[in-house]
């Protein structure tokens, strides 16, 4: 080889070496410095943004500084907006290292021939770095020399350097389009496309793309609200590129240029503020909390909900909750009338707020008495009073109706029969059932029968949370609002039970056309109730997957006369599920369920009863009938052991007596309880079915006690008095038959006890209508109603 050519050959090794040692003492400096002054990109104050089940922003959060920000990532965002973006601000994105040497080649030239700054050759990764650098951003550098522009230029290339070193060039554009500055105090292009064309950053135009493309280099010249002739030149220039570049056809291009700039910020999105604001509150270092609300289905809920609290009182709220209870996911959430209502306390979030929830945990006593083999769906239940009870409540109407049939017990939201009904199965084994399944339950003490009507507080969402149970089969699931809430599903009765009781629910109200009318055109199963001193109406429905809850009522716990679930709450829970668009077809029963019919008043299969017992199958009905169980009528009674079908002997005049002393054939007889003898035909009281003793068997034991009579007060009679006499005159009152002590009630309060020996007063009260009612140590009672009225002088 010639001495020249190993001359040159040997210069370039040692060149090839320089350099790689170069490049080597380079890059080891570099990790030096990126490990000494790590370039931190998460401190920046955490802005949050709520969105619903399809990215759409519900309501967003700003940062401890104002700014509102939506995170964003390429795949998030228009593509026309990445073409704009990538062309005009930097073609090589994709190729260099987060600099671009011979832009900042041409750009110091340029800069030195102008001798003013013309060009800053600065790449999409040294913008990104620019923007995250904190101290840059604050004015602190660390030392002087960072006060000139090629130190902070510099400074940028250092920071592109570490960015390009850690993140992926999707993930640092990421960071771009989620912290670029677009004016007043507004980053990221998905928060300026909803502020400045009302729109997702998906759906921009080329004209909007290319006005966003431009906007960070001078937010403030450029805000399309307040500059718009001078927003729309800039963005014509980015087009003009776009056409330079070949990138985007002159037709489109001129076609860009016609649309106008709006002259517009819109506002902020504030759906579903309340439910955002308690996800904000549960994730509070969250930036983007995705939902499964429907904002399509959240901002009619809220437009329902506004415009049907402006026919109610000042100072009434409402609150909605629609859950898929197939999915668990809650599609709408409205927590008050309006939330920039202050005179409806609209801040308030009435959803997860303590209310009484009056006649609304029916259905669960009946499901779950059902279960434990008690009733079947057409029972007899006693709607009477319960004289001498611990607990002792009256109906919503004021009346008894005496025997019914768990169905419209239900139906009617009878109160004495639930009552009845929870006595058997246990307030606390009720209570702790409801609470496994998930509801929250607060009490002055410990479970009670009050609970039957509304003795505790609950909320709207423990109340969904129970009825999914009726729409899944008897497992109720606790309603979600995002995916960061684990499912939670628990056994509350079975699918048996929970088909039965939507069934009876599902029917229309016997006597209440227009509300007949609403359940037969939804095909849903719905509950109403109502608390003490109408505070709070309710209505609690399930159509086809969804459950749906509404509550109405003050904030603040004041009462609504004459404001009730049924003529409150109903007629909105009928627009809600109109809105929900989902068919609902007829139910099939499970295998553990089966039609029978029974008999009043045994409650026994027609069936199995024949020639058993005379008088057992008096009235007939089609029950339906859970696990082949056909429980025997409830007798109602305490402290009465006796049962409702009863066994003697009568001679050959059809009286009764023993065999020793003339009986000849043994008879069996059906009974009614008690307490129902006042509200059935004569042929069926006992006095009627059962036979006289025998003068000839003395001694033998009563077969029937003597039922009691009020004889000193007519029914529907009316009393008179002279103007000043209510309270001097004295009414006696005298009852035949019963036995042992007497305690008599007006009004259903206690009034006077005797034991029959003696007579007993009441005075005369003052004008108006009333109730009067005996009742003896066996239980048996009489009760009349009769009015007093003032005769004029």
Known sequence: MPETTRRIVRKSAKIVSTLLVVLLAGWICFIALDHLFPFDTTGRPGACVIVDRRQAPLRAFADKNGIWRYPAKPGQVSLLYLQALVAYEDRWFYYHPGINPLAVCRAFFQNLTHGRVVSGGSTLTMQTARILDISEQAGRPSSPYFFSRMGVKLRQMFRALQLENHFTKDEILGLYLTHAPFGANIEGIQAACYTWLGKDAREMTRA??????????????????????????????????????????????????????????FPASMTAPLAARRLKTAHPDAQVINTFIDETLQVHMEDLLRAYMERLPPKQSGAVLVVNHKTLEIEAYAGSADFFDSSRHGHVD?????????????????????????????????????????????????????????????????????????????????????????????????????????????????????????GRGGIAGKPRLCPLEPVQE????????????????????????????????????WKTGTSYGFRDAWAMGIKGDYTAGVWIGRPDGSPSPGQYGAITALPLLGQVMESLSVGAGPLKPPESVTKETICWPSGLAASAIRGRATGACVQKFDAWILDGQIPSTMTGETGLTAPLVRSF???????????????IEKKTVALWPWQAEPFIPALWRRAAVLPKDSSGCPGIAPLVLPDIRIVSVSDNSILTCQPGQTGSVSIPLRALGGRGERQWFLNKKPLVNGDGSAPVFMTMPVPGQYHLAVVDESGSFDQVCFSVIELNP
């Open 208 to 265: 909007e793309a290319a006005l966003m493309t431009v906007l960070p280099q001078a937010p403030s010249l450029y805000r399309p609200d307040r500059h718009p002739d001078r927003a729309a030149r800039a963005r014509d220039k980015v087009l003009d590129r776009m056409a330079r570049f070949g990138i985007w056809s002159a037709e489109q291009i001129k076609a860009a240029k016609q649309e106008p700039v709006i002259s517009f910020r």
């Open 350 to 470: 009435m959803i997860p707020a303590l209310r009484s929830p009056g006649s609304t945990l029916k259905p669960f006593i009946y499901g779950l008495a059902m279960d434990q083999g008690l009733i079947h769906s057409h029972s007899m239940l006693l709607d009477v009073p319960r004289y001498k009870k611990s607990y002792d409540p009256g109906n919503f109407s004021g009346g008894f109706s005496g025997p019914v049939t768990v169905v419209r017990a239900l139906q009617d939201s009878l109160n004495l029969p639930a009552v009845q009904m929870l006595d058997a199965l246990g307030p606390g084994r009720f209570h702790d059932r409801l609470c496994n399944a998930g509801a929250r339950f607060e009490f002055e003490g410990k479970p009670n029968l009050s609970m039957a009507l509304g003795g505790v507080g609950t909320s709207l969402e423990s109340l969904v949370t129970l009825y999914t149970a009726i």
């Open 490 to 525: 628990r056994y509350l009765m079975s699918p048996g039970a929970a088909f039965i009781i939507r069934d009876i629910l599902s029917r229309p109200f016997p006597g209440r056309q227009g509300v007949g009318r609403l359940s037969g055109a939804l095909s849903m199963a």
């Open 649 to 663: 002997w009568v001679d050959r005049q059809g009286m009764r007596a023993a065999p020793a002393c003339g009986g």
